[in-house]
C-alpha cells in the first residue's frame, strides 16, 4: 500500500475538516493508539519509563500549551517554567488540603488554576508585542519561581522548602509517591496527553483557532473582520496556561515525587520547552510531539552512543552532551527553519507524486 | 436626481435605496495636519460609490474612519438611521461592514480555505467546549459557512486554490482572496481600498466585473477607492471627489467629469 493523498476524494465537509483526511493517516493513528495504551504498558519497564516515556509524555503537554500561545496565536512566552510551577504548587496544595479527592480531578483544576494565572500574566499582551511581551513573561518566570520560594504556606511550611507528592490512587493503582509503578506513571501521563492532543487539535482547526492564527498573522486585518483581540490574546494565554499547567502538576507529582522550585522549574526549562516547539514546528500539534521526542531522546541517545558505544568517561560524555545538543539544535534549525512538522510536509508532496518527478 | 430618500431606479435600470450611511462634516486631523476637512457624504444602499482622488487626498483616512481605525475630531457617522457612536474596528466589524486593503492584509500562515473562512467568524458561535470536543453545534457550525464560503469561492472562481497557503499565490490572486474573505462576512456594506492597484488590463477587468456582479448577486452596497479613472466612471453609480482633505465633487461620473474643480484638480492648476 503506497501513501499517497490522491485516490481519497472527500465528498462531504466533515470529511473534508477532519484531523486525518488521508485513509493511512487515520489508520495510522489508531494504531499509534493502541500501541500506546494497550502494548507499552504491559512492557514498560522503570528504566525506559522515568528516562524516556514518562518526561516525554509530560513535556509533550507542556509543548503543546505552548504552541498555541506562540505557534498559533503568535504571542512569545518565555514563562512556561514558572506557568509549570503554578501546576506544580497548585496540585500540591489541592493534594494535601482535600486528600479525599481524585488526583485526576486535581490535575485538571491545577490547569484551571494556572490557566487563570497565566491570563493575568498575558495582559500585557494587548499593549506589546514580540521582544518586549518574552521580557515581560520572563518577569513572570523569575517572579513565580522567587513566591514559590519565598512564601511558605505554598510548601505547606515544610523545613526543607520542597514540596513532595504524597501517594495517591486512580481506581486502586498507586499513581504518584515513590512506590508507583512504571506503567501507572505512564499510563496518567498517557490520558492526559491524549487529552490534551485531541482538544488542541480540535481547537486549533475550529474557529477559535482560525481566531488565534488570524491574529498571529495581521492583527489589524483581524479586527477588521471582527475578531476582538482582547478575548482571543487571552483565550490563547488561558488554554495554553491550562495545559500547561496540567503538565506541570504531572512533572511534580507522577514524575519527580519531590520538587524544589528553582530547580525544576527554572528559567531553563522555559527554554526547552520553547526550543522543543521550534525544532517541532510552531503553529503544528504534531510538532509539539515531535520536538519533544527530539529533546528528550536525544540526550538519552548521546548518552547511549558515546558512554556505551564508544566507551568514554561519563563526566566527559555528560559535558560533550550538551556541546553536541547545542550544535546539532543550530544546524538543525538552518537546515529546515520550520522544523520537524515541516519537513514532514514537504516529504508528504514529494510522496504524492513519487515516484514519477512530474 | 438623487435628491429623493426612498429608493428608485436608475436611468441604466438599477434600483437604489434610501441612505445607508452618512458622513456628517467629518473632520480628521493629525497633529496640526489636517487629513480631512469637514466632509458630508452619504452612501446609499445597493450603489457602488466610489471616492477619488489625487494623492494625499485623504481617501484612505476616510475609510478608515467608516471603518473604525481612526476616529474623528469632529462630526457624526450615521449608520442606518442611528448616529454611530465611536467604535473599534472588531465592533464595526460586526455591524456589517467589511473591507479590503490597499496593500493585501492576508493571513499568509493559512490556506486560502481558511482565510476565507476567518470571515465567517463573526457568524460562528459554537461554545469552548464544543470545538474542543467537536461536538454538536462546532461541527455543524464549521459544515454550515463552509457551505457558504465555497459559495463565495466559487463565485470569485478561486476554487481550485482553496488548499493552496496564500504566501504561494501571485498578486492578482492574492486581491481576489481578500475579496471573497470580506464577502464571507456577508456585509452589509463593503469597502474597497483601492481593488485594482498594481493590476494588468485583465485583471482589472475580471476585477471590475467581480464587483458588479457582488452589487447585482447579492445587492452589497460598495464603497471603493480607485485611481483607475475609466474604471471608475465605468462602474460606480456615483462618486465623491477629494482634493487636499476636502470635498470638491460629488455626484454621478458624467457631473464630475464636467466640474470645473474636478478638472482643475486632476490636470493640475497653481493653488493659491
Known amino acids: 500500500m503506497f501513501y499517497r493523498e490522491s485516490g481519497d476524494f472527500s465528498e462531504t465537509y466533515p470529511a473534508d475538516s477532519q484531523t486525518f483526511p488521508i485513509k493511512f493517516d487515520r489508520y495510522r493513528y489508531y494504531a499509534v493508539l493502541v500501541v500506546a495504551f494497550l502494548i507499552i504498558p504491559f512492557i514498560i519497564n522503570d528504566y525506559w519509563a522515568n528516562a524516556i516515556l514518562v518526561p516525554f509524555l509530560i513535556y509533550a503537554i507542556a509543548a503543546i500549551g505552548l504552541n498555541i500561545l506562540v505557534g498559533y496565536c503568535g504571542q512569545v512566552s518565555l514563562g512556561t517554567g514558572g506557568f509549570m510551577a503554578v501546576g506544580a504548587y497548585a496540585c500540591y496544595k489541592l493534594m494535601t488540603t482535600f486528600p479525599d479527592v481524585s488526583i485526576m480531578f486535581h490535575i485538571l483544576i491545577s490547569g484551571g488554576i494556572t490557566a487563570a494565572v497565566v491570563t493575568l500574566f498575558g495582559l500585557p499582551s494587548l499593549r506589546i508585542k514580540g521582544f518586549y511581551l518574552a521580557v515581560a513573561t520572563l518577569a513572570a518566570q523569575f517572579f513565580l519561581v522567587w513566591l514559590f520560594n519565598r512564601v511558605a504556606w505554598f510548601y505547606n511550611y515544610s523545613a526543607s522548602g520542597q514540596i513532595n507528592a504524597p501517594d495517591r490512587t486512580v481506581f486502586g493503582h498507586l499513581v504518584t509517591g515513590p512506590n508507583t509503578d512504571a506503567w501507572a506513571k505512564y499510563m496518567i501521563c498517557l490520558v492526559f496527553l491524549t487529552f490534551a492532543g485531541i482538544v488542541a487539535r480540535n481547537l486549533t482547526r475550529g474557529s477559535l483557532g482560525r481566531k488565534w492564527s488570524a491574529i498571529r498573522d495581521m492583527d489589524i486585518a483581524a479586527e477588521i473582520i471582527g475578531v476582538n483581540p482582547l478575548s482571543a490574546k487571552l483565550s490563547a494565554f488561558a488554554i495554553s496556561g491550562f495545559f500547561i499547567g496540567i503538565s506541570g502538576a504531572l512533572f511534580f507529582s507522577v514524575y519527580l515525587g519531590a520538587v524544589e522550585v528553582g530547580e525544576a522549574f527554572g528559567i531553563q526549562k522555559s527554554f526547552l520547552v520553547l526550543f522543543m516547539i521550534i525544532i517541532g514546528g510552531l503553529g503544528s500539534v504534531f510538532g509539539s510531539f515531535a520536538g519533544a521526542a527530539f529533546m528528550v531522546l536525544l540526550p538519552v541517545l548521546l548518552k547511549n552512543v558515546l558512554v556505551g558505544g564508544l566507551g568514554w568517561d561519563t563526566a566527559l560524555a555528560a559535558h560533550l552532551e550538551f556541546v553536541i545538543v547545542g550544535a546539532l539544535i543550530i544546524i538543525f534549525l538552518i537546515a529546515e527553519p520550520h522544523g520537524l512538522a515541516q519537513l514532514w510536509r514537504v516529504a508528504k508532496e514529494k510522496l504524492r507524486l513519487w515516484p514519477f518527478p512530474h | ?272
Open chain 2, 1 to 272: 436626481m438623487f435628491d429623493q430618500p426612498e429608493s428608485f431606479v436608475t436611468s441604466d435600470g438599477r434600483t437604489i435605496g434610501g441612505v445607508m450611511m452618512e458622513m456628517k462634516n467629518i473632520t480628521l486631523r493629525f497633529g496640526g495636519v489636517v487629513a480631512i476637512q469637514d466632509i458630508s457624504f452619504d452612501i446609499r444602499e445597493g450603489e457602488i460609490r466610489a471616492i477619488i482622488g489625487p494623492n494625499g487626498a485623504g481617501k484612505s483616512s476616510m475609510l478608515n474612519v467608516i471603518s473604525g481605525f481612526y476616529n474623528p475630531q469632529e462630526g457624526e457617522v450615521w449608520y442606518k438611521g442611528e448616529r454611530r457612536p465611536s467604535m473599534k474596528p472588531f465592533e464595526v466589524a460586526r455591524q456589517g461592514i467589511a473591507r479590503t486593503f490597499q496593500n493585501i492584509a492576508l493571513f499568509e500562515g493559512m490556506s486560502v480555505l481558511d482565510n476565507v473562512m476567518t470571515g465567517r467568524l463573526n457568524h460562528m458561535k459554537a461554545g469552548i467546549l464544543s470545538q474542543a470536543f467537536w461536538y454538536g453545534s462546532a461541527q455543524r457550525e464549521e459544515t454550515e459557512n463552509r457551505e457558504v464560503v465555497e459559495r463565495v469561492l466559487d463565485f470569485l472562481e478561486i476554487q481550485h486554490i482553496r488548499k493552496t497557503p496564500v504566501s504561494r499565490l501571485p498578486y492578482g490572486l492574492k486581491k481576489r482572496v481578500e475579496l471573497a474573505r470580506a464577502l464571507a462576512a456577508d456585509p452589509k456594506i463593503l469597502l474597497l481600498d483601492e481593488p485594482m492597484a498594481g493590476m494588468n488590463v485583465e485583471e482589472k477587468e475580471d476585477m471590475s466585473r467581480f464587483i458588479l456582479d457582488v452589487n447585482d448577486e447579492f445587492g452589497t452596497t460598495i464603497a471603493l477607492i480607485e485611481h483607475d479613472m475609466s474604471v471608475v466612471m465605468d462602474i460606480s453609480d456615483r462618486v465623491v471627489v477629494m482634493d487636499y482633505g476636502k470635498k470638491i465633487g460629488d455626484g454621478t461620473p458624467k457631473d464630475v467629469r464636467s466640474n470645473q474643480a474636478v478638472i482643475d484638480a486632476y490636470l493640475g492648476v497653481a493653488h493659491d
